[in-house]
């Protein structure tokens, strides 16, 4: 028998990792197998290099889809598409096609490329009524179909888009694609006024997310409805000891919690999502997950996946897995940080400074465009993000200010002033960081530190854009980014044509690309911010400068109703005026529906728990007054808290009658409506919250009905 080291063990447990990544996807080998190698290879370059999709093998791809998927229990299909809820949808086909002689297995390639799921109760912005239902998704052939195993077998899942039967985008994936071609022929345009590389075909944009979430035990969550149906906690109060100390963030993980993470990772491998980082972050009970980077499109999908699997294996495993922003008030909230980038289909990463940055123009250019874009559009970057949860967090000590900037720190800055002066110096050397023990390596030192206030901070090749919700579908912020970006390299590539009108001279391609960005620069610095983003002084300066600051998603969501917005993304056919309405106005009523469920949740809460909890403990103080006065017995301390918890209840019950009133104000779904419950229900249950929670710290906790932050956050 062969001895076992624990480098055989190594070896063994990486190829069993190995082997089964991406085992539940059509790509690669899998794809290989199952399709004639004409076929294979047509169907790559669609893939890889967005070439478009030769309908005359669609037969044959779903020939093979469909044997593979029945190779591997599946027994259904379904076109897998992502509504503007912000969740996935789909609508599940046998392969079973019953005939004269029985039943055969069916799946053509008209099948594969087009289906017709009406779905026609999904929101649309008014882009279709309810009479109008028929809506079409259409394959996405550069997003792997993949297998959803359940305990029967499994489903075939095919990434699609949905529009509706005049063609306008139902989704989040249309308008992304669409942007990221923008992007491409923008960019193109740049690289070949310096001199494109032959084996470039293509620009594309790269994402990498950070994951953050919440873990309670599901036995906490079930006698919670505020969790159970918001996602979020509605009153309660924090803990004693929160993350005060820092001593759960990048700690221990706990075995049950690591016993589910292994769980949620080997599915996600699977599926072909890369993975790679997992810890414990800043509150207790509160985690990460981040995959490597892909292109944007294939990254959004796996996102909605990594979300979905999360809370399946959670549930696998006793937990609740919670993705809302602020599911605890007071404590760290979650974000999903965006780090974005711009690459060649050769791999050439196109915001990479290089040893020279000074001299790498193209480099400049596309930094700039970044720098243009963000100042231009700082009202649509931040409507992007803009939700009812991610208002809770947004200007809180985990996530950056609702202020738009951007961080670039000392180098680049230096580069900059260099540029904008006209006077280049020595570029800043990255060195080495002495540790001061001999037995300690030297440690290679960045050229910058990293800001984590900024909302869109460069951190080395790419731009973080850490103002993104935890439970965010990231198609609609890159959809905006991409087109806000691709606009300026349009601006900048334009310039430069005209400038040079054919000039081949590289010193005359500098000296107008430098002319050019001292122009930008001068117009467009105002966004650029290195320092705390947290601090006053900056929202002072930041108002000085002219920033926008949109606190709220009612401040923020009429940004893309403006005539600039709808100009804007109709100029690049990203979305029309009407889509973009549609989108403004599904913002929007989604908002007020939120505030307005959260309230009538919290006053269930109130009406059938914490009050009746507060008269109970009411009582029980009365009697224990009023048996101490007839025994001539001094308690005027319980008396004074008998006082206390009764005026507490009063004032509960009159907040309650307030806030009941307002939820029974009928208001449009619209920017009226948005702001009503933005500016009058959510005060009125702030106030709700503050006195209940008031109320519980003075309950015994054998009368308080919920499990409190304490119960939920640090039992594992």
């Known amino acids: 028998m062969e001895h076992i080291t624990m480098s055989n063990v190594t070896d063994l447990q990486t190829n069993d ?34 070439k478009p999709l030769d309908s005359a093998i669609a037969n044959s791809v779903a020939h093979g889809m469909m044997e593979w998927a029945i190779d591997n229990g599946c027994t259904h299909y379904t076109h897998w598409f992502q509504p503007l809820t912000g969740a996935t949808a789909e609508k599940h086909d046998a392969f079973l096609e019953p005939t004269e002689k029985g039943a055969i297995a069916e799946f053509a390639g008209d099948m594969l490329i087009r289906g017709e799921p009406d779905a026609s109760s999904f929101p649309s912005g008014g882009i279709r009524d309810t009479w109008e239902a028929r809506g079409y998704t259409a394959w996405d052939a550069t997003s792997p179909a993949f297998i959803m195993p359940n305990e029967e077998g499994g489903t075939l899942c095919i990434p699609t888009a949905f529009v509706s039967w005049t063609g306008e985008a139902l989704d989040k994936k249309t308008p992304l694609l669409r942007s990221i071609d923008v992007v491409n022929v923008q960019a193109m345009r740049i690289i070949e006024i310096f001199g494109k590389d032959p084996s470039v075909s293509r620009v594309i944009t790269t994402l990498g997310l950070e994951q953050e979430y919440f873990l309670v035990d599901e036995s906490f969550v079930a006698n919670r409805e505020d969790l159970l149906l918001c996602g979020r906690t509605l009153i309660g109060t924090p803990p004693p000891k929160g993350h005060q100390l820092d001593d759960h963030y990048f700690g221990k993980i706990p075995e049950r919690v690591l016993s589910f993470m292994d769980d949620a990772e080997q599915q996600l491998y699977e599926l072909g999502i890369p993975v790679k980082t997992r810890h414990n972050e800043v509150a207790p009970g509160q985690y990460e997950i981040a995959p490597s980077y892909e292109n944007a499109n294939v990254a959004s999908d796996h996102q909605m996946l990594l979300m979905s699997i999360l809370k399946t294996t959670a549930e696998a495993h006793g937990f609740v897995c919670l993705l809302h922003e602020k599911p605890f008030a007071g404590v760290n909230g979650s974000g999903k940080h965006n780090n974005w980038s711009i690459a060649t289909d050769t791999g050439k990463n196109l915001l990479s400074p290089g040893k020279d940055p000074y001299n790498n123009v193209p480099f400049l250019l596309f930094l700039c465009a970044v720098i243009r874009a963000v100042d231009m559009h700082a009202d649509l970057l931040r409507a992007s993000i803009a939700s009812a949860a991610n208002d809770h967090r947004l200007g809180a000590n985990e996530a950056p200010p609702a202020i738009m900037s951007i961080y670039l720190g000392k180098m680049l800055n230096g580069i900059l002033d260099q540029i904008e002066n006209d006077s280049p110096n020595e570029a800043y050397e990255e060195g080495t960081l002495n540790l001061g023990a001999e037995t300690m390596p030297s440690v290679d030192k960045h050229s910058d530190d990293r800001n984590r206030t900024s909302p869109f901070a460069f951190t080395g090749n790419k731009f973080e854009f850490r103002a993104v919700g935890s439970t965010s579908t ?36 500098d000296s107008a690309a430098r002319a050019l960005l001292r122009e930008v620069l001068r117009d467009h610095r105002k966004v650029i911010f290195d320092g705390d983003n947290y601090s006053s002084e900056w929202h ?13 998603t009612a401040d923020a969501i009429p940004a893309l109703a403006t005539q600039k917005a709808l100009d804007l993304f109709d100029r690049y056919n990203v979305l029309s005026n009407r889509e973009l309405t549609a989108r403004s106005e599904v913002l929007l009523e989604q908002y007020y529906k939120i505030i307005r469920i959260e309230a009538r949740i919290l006053m269930m809460m109130l009406s059938t728990k914490v009050l009746p909890a507060a008269l109970r403990y009411q009582g029980e103080l009365a009697l224990i007054v009023q048996s101490s006065h007839e025994a001539s017995v001094e308690c005027s301390r319980s008396a004074a808290k008998l006082g206390d918890l009764a005026r507490l209840a009063e004032q509960l019950q009159g907040v309650m009658e307030s806030l009941q009133t307002m939820i029974q104000s009928t208001q449009k779904n619209n920017l009226q409506g948005a702001e009503y419950v933005c500016n009058t229900i959510l005060p009125e249950m702030s106030q709700a919250r503050l006195i209940s929670d008031q109320i519980e710290e003075t309950i015994p906790s054998d009368i308080w009905p919920l499990p409190t932050y304490t119960d939920m956050l640090f039992i594992r």
């Open 17 to 50: 990792y190995c082997n089964n990544y991406g085992c539940r996807t059509f790509s690669g080998d899998i794809m290989l197998r199952y399709l004639q190698p004409d076929v294979y290879d047509s169907l790559l370059e669609t893939m890889g290099k967005a």
């Open 474 to 509: 990231i198609a609609w912020p890159n959809t905006i980014l991409n087109t806000i970006i691709a606009e300026s390299l349009d601006y900048f590539a334009t310039s430069l044509e005209s400038t040079l009108a054919g000039s081949e001279s590289e010193e005359q391609k």
């Open 540 to 552: 002072e300066e930041a108002a000085r400068r002219g920033l926008p600051n949109l606190i709220t």
